[in-house]
T-cell receptor
Framework: AQSVTQLGSHVSVSEGALVLLRCNYS??????LFWYVQYPNQGLQLLLK??????LVKGINGFEAEFKKSETSFHLTKPSAHMSDAAEYFC???????????FGQGTRLTINP | KAGVTQTPRYLIKTRGQQVTLSCSPI?????VSWYQQTPGQGLQFLFE???????NKGNFPGRFSGRQFSNSRSEMNVSTLELGDSALYLC?????????????FGPGTRLTVL
């Protein structure tokens, strides 16, 4: 079975600072990994995904994530936080042949002016 | 291209009633998945339909059911509502039914059970 752990339910950074949201996964088979963002009263929007090609994945809005198999991690980063990045972020895993996402508990990102 | 639409956006029901939620996927998408989002349990997979067949099912009781029509539109039904069914129900569509397909989410239907 697959599972995802997001370290830190709340992360607060200053505007312009580095954003680092942590995600560790567990999977017995090669996983596909995703980061989604959710703004208040909205659905989820895909930021980026890892599907076994390049291990460093670039997404929208300046976000990127690196797949590290040895650490079973897929941390999300952004060099410089913007006020509009304040939202909830979800890491998710799926496997080949199963269109089923298993989500982490989410990390609420707050940006301080 | 229009996104995933869900109707209604808000719904208030009482315990014991049943409810039907609707989801229209992005044109050309044949896979529709449903998720339940609650503060306590987070995002949980309910089921996935592809070409009118249920392909995957999460760990929810039989009160939760769904179906997909030939035009890929999907409905989800919850019978004998319980207070704990209060949640945001999200529908997602994708072109295929393999794990690497991106899922596009709708805005959700917020169900409140009184």
């Amino acid at each position: 079975a697959q599972s995802v752990t997001q370290l830190g339910s709340h992360v607060s950074v200053s505007e312009g600072a580095l954003v680092l949201l942590r995600c560790n996964y567990s999977s017995s088979v090669p996983p596909y990994l995703f980061w989604y963002v959710q703004y208040p009263n909205q659905g989820l929007q895909l930021l980026l995904k890892y599907t076994s090609a390049a291990t460093l994945v670039k997404g929208i809005n300046g976000f990127e994530a690196e797949f590290k198999k040895s650490e079973t991690s897929f941390h999300l980063t952004k060099p410089s936080a913007h006020m509009s990045d304040a939202a909830e972020y979800f890491c998710a895993v799926s496997i080949q042949g199963a269109q089923k996402l298993v989500f982490g508990q989410g990390t609420r990102l707050t940006i301080n002016p | 291209k229009a996104g995933v639409t869900q109707t209604p956006r808000y719904l208030i029901k009482t315990r014991g009633q049943q409810v039907t939620l609707s989801c229209s996927p992005i044109s050309g998408h044949r896979s529709v998945s449903w998720y339940q989002q609650t503060p306590g349990q987070g995002l949980q997979f309910l089921f996935e339909y592809f070409s009118e067949t249920q392909r995957n099912k999460g760990n929810f009781p039989g009160r939760f059911s769904g179906r997909q029509f030939s035009n890929s539109r999907s409905e989800m039904n919850v019978s004998t509502l319980e207070l704990g069914d209060s949640a945001l129900y999200l529908c997602a569509s994708s072109f295929g039914s393999v794990g690497y397909n991106e899922q596009f989410f709708g805005p959700g239907t917020r169900l409140t059970v009184l």
